[in-house]
């Protein structure tokens, strides 16, 4: 057997939520074979979890990882200017070597944080991938696909994007989508044939939906449809989408959602940082309709800790509907792990704790002075926990965070890369006043 945790608190997630007490779990070619209160035989590692809470790793399903370069680069303002005045002239000067620094960042901060899977979007995707394979996270990749009605343009940003899937799909660790940034920058005929490709590489598209009141007003002056009517009325929406923030939607929307199985990821903290509003996620999960939790990029959050994404999540729900009961811990452990697999298409593989799946699956040290005494471990992990509590990180089979050190790699030296890398991107693009440590 390749890795044993023995006697821990587990937090299954599988359909009858069960929480077992002194449970281990054998793990043998990147699978979990067996949940049992003893396991027998020998193991090349035994995590003793006697002091620690097991649960499925945690899935951001919405981030743009490579941004960890722009991380406190352009705060306090609202999403076009951010976008136009501070994001977009750096972005225009980014290299492959940019992109592969800010993924490796971003790779080692999740995994300290306890995420094991994540859906990207952002350029070089191919460097992303590279820092994938290298630090051995799972992720869904996407290249950013707009062209602002350049037909020419569309059509080459297609090619990158569909190169990505040929060479990704199949992957232990890579599941590539093709990844349309937005209805307000990308032509019909670019949705169009996205969703064409998609459909004949059988995997799906991740996409940015109505995240603004601008964006949905915009859309009815252009359209006289809202963004989802406009998917809709194009043939392009289906359970294959992965339709991030649907911060500002109407009830017709919903019900062409729920109708078209459509998946949604909520960005709490991001949405409310840029004043974007608040998704009605409650009214969503009534209905039906599967939702996802994401932390969006670091630049605009600012940091990857789906953790304090949960918490923040429960809490703001609660507030504004005055209602302490709404989105309990359980169901917003939920988005951040089984809807996030179902929302990625990948719920018979990882998601929770059952035998036959992929062996993704973290630990939390409960010798934390705020995780004691220990009552509710769901609660635990959504009120009371942080990223830092994380001890112990598995992703298909392989251990590679135990005892907060991740390993194979010199944390040091991603963190210089990455510094190195930010301000070389910044000089470029005339903003090197921007660094302080440089």
């Known amino acids: ?59 951001n399903a919405h981030t743009h990882l490579a941004m960890t370069l722009f991380r406190g680069v352009a705060d306090d303002v609202e999403l076009l200017t951010w976008l136009r005045q501070e994001i977009w002239p750096i972005e225009a000067n980014l290299e492959a070597k940019h992109v592969y620094a800010g993924a490796l960042l971003g790779c080692l901060e999740m995994l300290s944080s306890g995420v094991t899977c994540f859906n990207d979007m952002y350029f070089f995707m191919e460097e992303t991938a590279k820092s994938v394979e290298s630090i051995g ?20 940003m297609l090619k990158e994007g569909e190169k990505l899937v040929k060479e990704y799909q199949g992957k232990e660790l890579i599941v590539p989508f093709f990844g349309p940034h937005a209805p307000y920058t990308c032509s019909e005929e670019l949705l169009i044939r996205v969703k064409e490709a998609a459909d004949r590489y059988n995997t799906g598209v991740h996409i940015h939906v109505a995240e603004t009141k601008a964006e949905v007003e915009e859309s009815l002056k252009e359209r006289k449809k809202t963004p989802f009517e406009y ?115 990948l719920e018979n593989e990882i998601g929770s704790i059952e035998e036959g799946k992929k ?61 190195e890398q930010a301000y070389d991107l910044f000089k470029k693009a005339g903003r090197e006043e921007k660094l302080m440590g440089w």
């Open 1 to 59: 057997m390749d890795v044993v945790i023995k006697n821990g608190i587990i937090i299954t997630m599988n359909k009858e939520r069960a929480i077992l007490k002194n449970f281990s779990i054998g793990i043998e070619d990147g699978r979990i074979i067996e949940i049992a209160e003893k396991i027998k035989g020998e193991a090349d590692f035994v995590i003793d979890a006697s002091k620690k809470i097991v649960m499925p790793g945690l899935i």
């Open 137 to 156: 996270i799972r992720g869904v990749l996407s290249y950013p696909l707009l062209d602002f009605g350049d037909e020419s343009k569309g059509k080459e």
């Open 231 to 345: 998917l809709e009325s194009i043939g392009f929406l289906d359970k294959n989408v992965v339709a991030a923030h649907a911060v500002h939607v109407s009830k017709k929307e919903l019900e062409i959602i729920k109708e078209r199985e459509v998946k949604l990821v909520h960005n709490p903290i991001c949405n409310m940082k840029l004043a974007s509003g608040v998704a009605d996620v409650p009214e969503y999960i009534s209905k039906g309709i599967c939702v996802a939790l994401g932390t969006d990029g670091p630049a605009s959050n600012n940091n990857l800790d789906m953790f304090e994404d949960m918490k923040i999540c429960a809490l703001l729900h609660k507030i504004t509907k005055m209602n302490p009961s709404v989105m309990s811990a359980e169901e917003v452990l939920e988005m951040a792990t089984i809807n996030g697999a179902k929302t990625l298409g």
């Open 359 to 419: 062996a993704d699956i973290i630990t939390i040290d409960l010798s934390s002075p705020n995780l004691a005494p220990l009552t509710n471990p769901v609660s635990h992990v959504v009120y009371a926990a942080r990223g830092k509590d994380v001890s112990d990180v598995i992703v298909n089979g392989n251990l590679v965070m135990q005892n907060r050190m991740i390993r194979g790699v010199d944390k040091e030296d991603i963190i210089k890369f990455a510094e």
